[in-house]
């Protein structure tokens, strides 16, 4: 967490202030072939300029008289050639014109551009920072989903990992504050990560302008509000039941769990796709995808039972969790496997839809990231599709513990480098690179992670006593 900070702080030190940093930085990262080319460019534009201006420099008349002269001497029409010699000087003359207004307006769109690429890089500490905070978040609530998937479904495989996934949720209190507080930083304009809460912006473009009613900073930050205020209740009352339980003479706040979680899943499978379009789309608010919701709910649900499995084998290796056997490793390696899969049919409906179809302002998301983050956009579908697929469908390596923690970093860190796809392009654009700054936020959400799971499973015993299928769980074996 220290070396966190210190990252951090150090991404946010070395940020461009202004543009002359901006054009230090290009200049250093051009390596001259870049800049002779730009140079090229240049002393073309000007030859190209001299040489209009020098043809339009001629008079009107002088041309008439000479164009007179050498009809006379040709019987060719003198008024059909007059009308072509006004035509072509009156276009040398607006050729003239369009130049000057040419290198005026290129001077502008320079000046234009490099403050683009000043508010990019100034946006790289904070997307650094913001990719890691939400995908750290969205894995707790990865594993409430599933908690409350569990509650509903009343499983007899699953009681003996409640304490560990109420413990891994206890991050999401700690990661919702710090997350609402980036909201409000971002509603302070301290950065420019959602380009619609810029009025300026705004003033110049008619697609946000038409998405106002919904994109605007109150109403967007009292959605946040009610989403991480929602989700916290649940947890917290789910786990308060739960442990009520242990010490109960009957089954009544089991059955209290079971209610909540039902009301729980209806109220997060809907406020998780607005979620997805407020914290994740608007990034680029001309861009939409009816799947997205899906897709990013499948993405932090498979990271969220990875972790359960990650957490499960180091207590068991550390001599906890005595109850939890090869059986129960087993099935979240299948749930690893199957909802790895079910990312990627979601990857694909999303990528292939868009791409067949070719609406520009579709699928200029995926040519952006083809384009540029080609490495990181292709390597988490390896890493998240192909690895998994090859590694857990054999139902051997499902109850090999090495194994098992191998794929789960791969996933982890796929889906880490998913959620930098998703934010990143859109944020910085081409300016990017794994620095100094991802690499601190990573570091601090990760282990402002661990501490908090940890001290929370120190708390409470590891097996909950009185839960009714306690005693299936026990003996799950097949």
């Given amino acids: 967490m220290i070396l966190g900070v210190l990252g951090i702080g150090y991404g946010f030190l070395t940020a461009p202030k202004n543009i002359e940093e901006v054009e230090k930085i290009l200049a250093a990262d051009s390596h001259g072939g870049h800049h002779s080319e730009s140079n090229a460019d240049a002393t073309a534009h000007e030859k190209n300029k001299h040489e209009s201006v020098h043809e339009a420099e001629v008079p009107l008349e002088e041309k008439k008289e000479i164009v007179e002269v050498v009809l006379d001497s040709t019987n060719v029409d003198t008024a059909k050639v007059h009308e072509e010699v006004v035509v072509e000087t009156v276009s040398h003359t607006a050729h003239k014109e369009i130049k000057s207004i040419s290198a005026e307006e290129a001077h502008k769109a320079h000046e234009e551009h490099l403050e ?133 003479n009957d089954n009544s706040f089991y059955k209290k769990n079971f209610n909540i979680s039902a009301m729980f899943l209806v109220f997060f499978i809907v406020t998780e796709s607005i979620m997805s379009w407020d914290w994740i789309m608007s990034i680029d608010p001309h861009w939409f995808s009816t799947l997205f919701g899906w897709y990013v709910f499948a993405s932090f649900f498979v990271s969220g039972i990875t972790t359960i499995c990650m957490v ?42 868009i791409w067949y179809a070719n609406i520009p302002e579709e699928v200029t998301y995926f040519v952006t990231r083809i384009e540029m983050y080609n490495l990181p956009f292709f390597g988490a579908v390896v890493m998240n599709f192909l690895f998994p697929i090859l590694i857990l469908i054999n139902t051997d390596f499902k109850r090999i513990t090495w194994v098992l923690v191998m794929a789960g970093i791969v996933i982890l860190l796929g889906h880490y480098i998913d959620f930098f796809n998703m934010i990143m392009p859109s944020a910085v654009g081409d300016q990017w690179f794994i620095g100094v700054s991802e690499i601190g936020s990573v570091l601090f959400f990760l282990g402002l992670f661990i501490f908090v799971v940890f001290s929370a499973l120190t708390r409470v015993p590891l097996l909950p006593k009185r839960n009714p299928y306690i005693e299936e769980s026990k003996h799950f074996h097949y």
Wanted: hydrophobic share 55%; proline share 3%; aromatic share 20%.
């Fill in 312 to 353: 499960t084998l180091y207590l068991k290796s550390k001599g906890y969790l005595e109850n939890v056997n090869t059986s129960h490793i087993h099935d979240l390696a299948k749930f690893m496997f199957g909802i790895s899969v079910f990312w990627t049919y979601l990857w694909f409906s999303q990528f292939m839809l």
């Fill in 116 to 248: 683009h690429v000043l508010h990019q890089l100034q946006n790289k500490p904070w997307a650094a920072f913001y990719v890691a905070c939400i995908f750290f978040m969205l894995v707790s609530l990865g594993v409430l989903a599933f908690y409350a998937i569990q509650q509903v479904a009343q499983a007899g495989w699953s009681p003996v990992l409640f304490r560990v996934m109420q413990g891994i949720t206890a991050y999401l209190p700690v990661g919702s504050v710090i997350f609402f507080i980036f909201l409000i930083l971002c509603g302070l304009h301290m950065n420019h990560l959602f380009i619609w809460l810029d009025p300026e912006v705004v003033a110049n473009d008619k697609l946000i302008q038409n998405k106002a009613g919904y994109l605007n900073f109150p109403f967007w930050i009292v959605r946040a509000a009610i989403f991480l205020i929602g989700w916290n209740l649940y947890r917290y009352f789910s786990r308060k039941n739960c442990l009520a339980q242990d010490e109960s």
